[in-house]
């Protein structure tokens, strides 16, 4: 069912123009105008659910569009549900499934009774242990596209990276990997700020690498989230391979 439909409002910069916002408009305009760059919000008549859903207008002038009309629309879970089960009738067999599951050493959790009763079986995630014992989830449409264990994944690349390296250079390389990760994952913690790594921030290691390297301590460690933080690219500078903490507080604070 229809909610509302919006049509775009341009401004142009230098030659360019753009989208500047949308502007409240009705179903009898937009059919009249034939216009297919208007936002059109509606309710799924389908599964009935109360959650806003948006389209562009294009889908009503499509001759090959027939799922959503103007009289009837239907969200994108339903659309798939009803391509996969009463246009190609495909239905993907819970043993097909598992069979692959278990052929590549992987362990099956999700029962039949679970994937059976799933509205969308190719979009239903199924919960799963890889061979190195990581609990995984995977679609079946990201499973026939050999789509596996994530950080088993991350691991194996991780290790062909480092497989060519030694001495400083392999754990140089290290303690940045998992520095770069720990900071995508505790950004705020590290760069409560918010400032931007550039010329000007940079990220810094409170217990040096180089310290590191000569006291043997663990590459997670120097490269873990309690010993970084962002620092004027002119304090970092001037600090050098030097440590903003000893030994001892590095070993508290992990």
């Not at 049509?7 to 297919?36: A, C, D, H, Q, R």
């Not at 659309?79 to 495909?90: A, C, D, L, M």
């Not at 991780?158 to 400083?168: A, D, I, Y």
Request: include cysteine; hydrophobic fraction near 30%.
């Amino acid at each position: 069912m229809t909610h509302s439909v919006w049509k775009p409002k341009f401004t142009t910069n230098n030659g360019v123009k753009t989208i500047s916002n949308y502007e409240l408009t009705s179903i009898e305009e937009m059919v009249e105008e034939k216009k297919t760059g208007w936002l059109v919000r509606y309710y799924c008549d389908k599964c009935k659910s109360c959650e806003l859903k948006t389209t562009k207008s294009k889908v009503f002038f499509n001759d090959d569009t027939y799922l959503n009309t103007l009289e009837k629309q239907m969200c994108r879970s339903c659309r798939s549900r009803y391509s996969e089960y009463e246009i190609k009738k495909n239905y993907i067999p819970f043993n097909t499934f598992e069979k692959s599951i278990i052929d590549c050493g992987y362990k099956l959790i999700t029962t039949k009774d679970e994937y059976d009763f799933a509205k969308n079986k190719s979009q239903f995630k199924m919960n799963i242990i890889c061979g190195n014992q990581h609990n995984i989830t995977a679609t079946w449409n990201n499973w026939k596209k050999n789509k596996r264990c994530r950080l088993c994944y991350e691991i194996n690349k991780l290790e062909n990276s480092v497989k060519n390296k030694e001495g400083w250079e392999q754990y140089h390389f290290l303690v940045w990997s998992y520095s770069e990760k720990n900071y995508l994952k505790f950004k705020d913690i590290i760069n409560p700020n918010n400032y931007k790594r550039s010329k000007n921030f940079h990220l810094d290691h409170k217990y040096s690498i180089s310290e590191g390297f000569k006291n043997n301590i663990d590459p997670l460690i120097i490269g873990g989230v309690n010993n970084l933080q962002i620092i004027s690219a002119k304090e970092n500078l001037s600090k050098g391979v030097k440590c903003s903490i000893n030994i001892n507080e590095l070993e508290n604070v992990n």
